[in-house]
């Protein structure tokens, strides 16, 4: 049956479920807002019981919710991966939920939310922002550090969540997250909505003292690595051309990049099928396809026997 | 007021039918003609050509659900007017995008299907298999024609997961349509 026959196909779909489809499904909406409630009363009685620790962040699990599973916010709250930094304009007010980094990325949900109707028109056109990278101690440029794009972004209202998975080593070049980082944000050039506003201006993050995820290289027996850290796993590859347009890479590859199985040291196996939040692909300056998975959970990578992915078993280096 | 009442209309050949419609119905009819059409021009002359094949098929139509009958309308008049428009616009592509999309789920078997009984049995029986929230998603993207990103805000979801919520769910029916036979 050829594309065109199933289009024409869903033509004769049942008014019963075209009417479903019509209203969004508000009980869904209910639910997560009676979840937050309850979330944000627990975090406040944590922030009470334990007082005595200033270092303490709860988390904004609205926003972050969207990329998380409840049990990865309440690690990434007890490791200390909270940055809750807050920037604000007349236009927007931008808050770096979570910042970490590992081998690959410096991964973080930002929040953003329209404080004015230039700020609201401008999400509405774009999910992205621009931005400037240059290191804080020496005010150097950093090309390579796409601050705000290739993100998965959500939208309720005025606010929009998004998640940043920003590559280190991309043929634009390496950043080194080590180092002090200021981002300041930018009007982008195709911003057509208010062009005569700068809507971006006195926007900055400062990026410093980013905690490092723990990470395990795990290796296939023809050599390939896989980089397993608490918030995503990375494979660099020969055998995706990620400069193939997305629909050159055929649907089996497509199935088995997003078809992973650990199996932990104490016997027990965890699909992460349904646990990845997106996968994404990218060159590296050297040629090869970094392939990235994101996960809406935390792994602890030291209690990982092996790893099933793309028809191998990857074991501990 | 409810259908029932609105078709009443129809069948009294009261003036007012078309305009009670329009006032129960017409964001509805827009958010179809709008997810198909390129200009907001064209839907609003979309949906008003449906509303008078509406005032022209009821009578001798009666159907169950005005709502319904009205939305099928509404598609297949955006869908006619598409194929009119001879330029390239953001319509005529999401409507490629999605048929090339539907490439995910074709089959190898040369048969094809052309009574619409069978289609609608078929494409029914894959619908009724899926859980509610999956197939709200399917329907929104390959009914409806909703942008993923639109999809995303309706269902309370990042865009990430609605594309590969579609993408799993292109396989099912893939998977669907060849455990069917596709011999038919």
């Not at chain 2, 009442?5 to 069948?11: D, G, K, V, W």
């Amino acid at each position: 049956m050829k594309k065109k026959e199933i289009f024409e196909m869903t033509t004769h779909l049942d008014e019963k479920y075209i009417l479903e489809a019509a209203s969004e499904p508000k009980k869904n909406i209910k639910l997560k807002k009676r979840i937050i409630t309850f979330a944000v009363a627990a975090a406040l009685t944590a922030t009470m019981s334990i007082g005595a620790f200033a270092a303490y962040k709860a988390l904004n699990r609205e926003s972050v919710g969207t990329f998380y599973e409840s049990s990865a916010m309440d690690e990434i709250e007890r490791k200390g991966y909270v940055s809750n930094q807050i920037t604000e304009n007349e236009h927007f007010r931008m808050t770096l939920d979570t910042a970490i980094k590992d081998d690959y990325n410096f991964l973080a949900v930002v929040t953003v939310k329209a404080l004015d109707s230039y700020a609201e028109q401008y999400l509405e056109k774009l999910s992205e922002i621009a931005t400037d990278a240059t290191y804080s101690d020496t005010g150097e440029k950093l090309d390579g550090f796409a601050f705000l794009t290739g993100v998965d972004t959500y939208q309720k209202g005025k606010e929009y969540s998004m998640r940043l998975n920003v590559p280190v080593n991309t043929v634009n070049g390496s950043v080194d997250l080590s180092r002090p980082i200021h981002i300041e944000m930018k009007r982008d050039e195709r911003n057509k909505t208010a062009e005569n506003v700068d809507l971006f201006k006195g926007l900055n993050f400062d990026l410093k003292d980013i905690k490092q995820s723990k990470s395990v290289k795990f290796s296939s027996p023809s050599g390939d690595v896989l980089n397993v850290s608490e918030l995503e796993i990375a494979i660099e590859t020969d055998k995706i051309d990620v400069r193939k347009d997305e629909s050159e890479i055929s649907n089996d590859t497509f199935e088995s990049i997003n078809n992973i199985s650990i199996h932990y040291k104490d016997g027990t196996t965890q699909s992460l099928s349904e646990k990845i939040n997106i996968v994404a692909m990218y060159l590296t300056k050297d040629d090869r396809t970094v392939i990235i998975i994101d996960l809406r959970v935390l792994i602890d990578p030291d209690t990982i026997d092996y790893i099933e992915y793309i028809g191998s078993d990857f074991r501990a280096k | 007021m409810k259908d029932n009442e609105l078709i009443q209309l129809f069948f009294d050949r009261d003036e007012h039918a078309i305009s009670s419609t329009a006032e129960q119905y017409g964001k509805y009819c827009m958010y179809i003609a709008d997810n198909i059409l390129p200009s907001r021009e064209d839907s609003e002359e979309c949906v008003n050509d449906a509303y008078v094949t509406l005032w022209n098929t009821i009578p001798p139509h009666n159907p169950e659900s005005l709502k319904g009958y009205l939305a099928r309308v509404v598609r297949n008049a955006a869908l006619s007017m598409l194929r009119k428009i001879n330029a390239k616009k953001r319509g005529s592509g999401v409507v490629d995008e999605i048929i090339d999309e539907l490439s995910e789920a074709e089959t190898d078997t040369p048969e094809s299907i052309t009574d619409a009984k069978m289609m609608g049995e078929l494409i029914n029986g894959f619908v009724e298999g899926l859980e509610k929230q999956q197939r709200i998603i399917f329907v929104k993207r390959y009914w409806y024609l909703c942008p993923s990103k639109q999809i995303a805000k309706e269902c309370d979801m990042s865009v990430a997961n609605v594309n590969m919520t579609l993408h799993r769910l292109r396989q099912q029916l893939k998977n669907y349509l060849e455990q069917e036979g596709f011999n038919v």
